[in-house]
């Protein structure tokens, strides 16, 4: 068995979470591997444009015990993200340049949510898929227009490059290299020790239907949005949710479209498949139980569902969570 090194790079006010958070799940990892008789599977080094303390963006800060070097690259590269990621870019060109020269010589190099603006300045990202952050996707968007971003993701792989959304997703990331790297089960395992109640494969997304509604300003719309998700067991129509909003169904399609950046339809399925997420890892009722609960006219339409919006069927995505 291999170790394998990983670097995780960081900079002044970088996202404190996203080095933590994977840090963490490594550890866990080599504990369980230790435990079996096994040597440790992963070696991490903190690395940064000078050797010393780096603050993050928390109190916290973290000692960089290495500087940015080409003739000693690791296995796996993880660079994580900042607010202020624009700022951090320009502030930091050394790394940009690093990444330019070092991301095709690596294993895996990862762009942890807004990270991925170091990627994309580096001009590794051109003409490939990309996630970050949802709150910088369409700034990434604009600045990089040969980039396809798809916000709807939790993380993406193309090539040797990952790109993660979301703070928290760097765990889920990290995760899905333990799984790489030896297997479901230890991966398992250490989601259970940190109290993860799946790991989440990586076509995911960021959303939840609940999630969306919150976000939206429209109380109008928000209203409709809350009585589709007490309501999901049962057959809803757009013409409903319009009376729903005292509007008529072409000024209502409009303006929810506008509000919550998905159409009424994709709204529905989306509260539909959150809530069968939940029964599918809470709960050991069958798939055809589960898909009437949720409103689906036929387990079959659940599993297309879940295919389209998860990258997984509904069994494959119970036994992420069972390990089974």
Not at 87 to 110: L, M, T
Not at 286 to 313: E, N, W, Y
């Amino acid at each position: 068995m291999t170790t394998r090194s990983i670097d995780m790079v960081i900079y002044p006010e970088f996202k404190s979470f996203e080095a933590i958070g994977p840090m963490t799940v490594f550890t866990y990892a080599n504990k369980h591997l230790q435990a079996q008789g096994k040597e440790p599977g992963y070696s991490v080094r903190v690395i940064s444009t000078q050797v010393g303390p780096v603050q993050s963006d928390t109190l916290m800060s973290l000692e960089a015990t290495l500087a940015l070097n080409l003739l000693d690259l690791p296995h796996t590269v993880m660079l994580v993200g900042a607010h202020d990621i624009e700022q951090a870019v320009e502030k930091n060109p050394n790394i940009v340049q690093w990444a330019k020269q070092a991301a095709p010589k690596v294993e895996r190099f990862a762009a942890l949510c807004s990270g991925a603006f170091f990627l994309a300045a580096a001009g590794h990202l051109n003409g490939k898929r990309a996630t970050t952050h949802w709150r910088m996707a369409d700034t990434l968007k604009r600045r990089f227009p040969n980039i396809q971003v798809e916000v709807d993701s939790i993380f993406i792989k193309q090539e040797n490059l990952w790109t993660s959304a979301g703070v928290s997703a760097s765990v889920d990331l990290a995760l899905a290299f333990v799984e790489m790297d030896f297997g479901h089960e230890l991966a398992l395992d250490v989601a259970r020790d940190l109290v993860i109640f799946l790991k989440r494969p990586g076509g995911q997304s960021q959303f939840s239907s609940n999630l969306t509604s919150q976000m939206t300003t429209s109380t109008c719309m928000r209203d409709v949005q809350e009585w589709v998700i007490e309501n999901i067991d049962k057959k809803i129509s757009i013409p409903q949710m319009a009376e729903q909003a005292s509007m008529s169904l072409r000024n209502f399609t409009r303006l929810f479209s506008k509000e919550v950046g998905l159409k009424p339809s994709e709204f529905i399925e989306k509260a539909r498949i959150d809530k069968a997420r939940r029964l599918l890892s809470e709960s050991e009722l069958p798939l055809k139980s589960i898909a009437f609960k949720c409103g689906f006219a036929t387990a079959d339409q659940m599993r297309v569902g879940f295919r389209k919006h998860l990258s997984v069927s509904p069994k494959e995505y119970r036994d992420r969570f069972i390990g089974s």
